[in-house]
Antibody, heavy 123, light 107 residues
């Protein structure tokens, strides 16, 4: 089971970036994928989630007008596109599998598999 | 948005020490709390979910507890490989916010 992300990107301010996350080793449609980013030397920031089943999305309000997540079920790949890039978008971007575990009649969500990260530099 | 406040932000300890990291949620999150470990240059790793449930394959020296909106990660006897940064995350609602992190360093 793994998530493999596309390579590092360098973009100019105002440009767009599209990062891919290819899943393997599990049933793609059974799990959602979340995106988390980390600016250099900073903490983790949740960006949003996309269903592997039907492509339903849920974005953090902060960047939702610039952000689009999508899936390609034929290749088990999830994409994260961020538009109108700014210098403060410089960060490592991670995709993570969102696993729901049933315990004592409740479902607990957690990110059990992570991609290796994609560094996006805006300069 | 639910705010997650971790303390301390950094901590120095020795191999064999017992260490506790705390995370406080700004509202009730009903045990929907995860802990992750991140080493430099690596992706985070899931340690505990549901506040107290140890992820498969994670050593039993890691444990989680909760009291209301306060959550605790305890490492019972620090090993050299445990020196890392630890994050809590609430999975109660969106945005699924993280704490600011606790950096655990060697004394």
């Amino acid at each position: 089971v793994q998530l493999v992300q596309s390579g590092a990107e360098v973009k100019k301010p105002g440009a767009s970036v599209k990062v891919s996350c290819k899943a393997s080793g599990y049933t793609f449609s059974s799990y959602g994928i979340s995106w988390v980013r980390q600016a250099p030397g900073q903490g983790l920031e949740w960006m949003g989630w996309i269903s592997g089943y039907n492509g339903q999305t849920n974005y953090a309000e902060k960047n939702q007008t610039r952000l689009t997540m999508s899936t390609d079920a034929s290749t088990n790949t999830v994409y994260m596109e961020l538009r109108r890039l700014r210098s403060d978008d410089t960060a490592m971007y991670y995709c993570a599998r969102d696993r729901g575990t049933l315990v004592r009649g409740r479902i607990f969500d957690a990110y059990d598999i992570w991609g290796q990260g994609t560094m996006v530099t805006v300069s | 948005d639910i705010q997650m406040t971790q303390s301390p932000s950094s901590l120095s300890a020795s191999v064999g020490d017992r260490v506790t990291i705390t995370c406080r949620a700004s509202q009730s999150i009903s045990s929907l709390l995860n802990w992750y470990q991140q080493k430099p240059g690596k992706a985070p790793k899931l340690l505990i979910y549901g506040a107290t449930i140890l992820e498969s394959g994670v050593p039993s020296r890691f444990s989680g507890s909760e009291s209301g909106t306060d959550f605790t990660l305890t490492i019972s006897s620090l090993q050299p490989e445990d020196f890392a940064t630890y994050y809590c995350q609430q999975s109660y609602n969106s945005p699924k916010t993280f704490g600011q992190g606790t950096k655990l360093e060697i004394k």
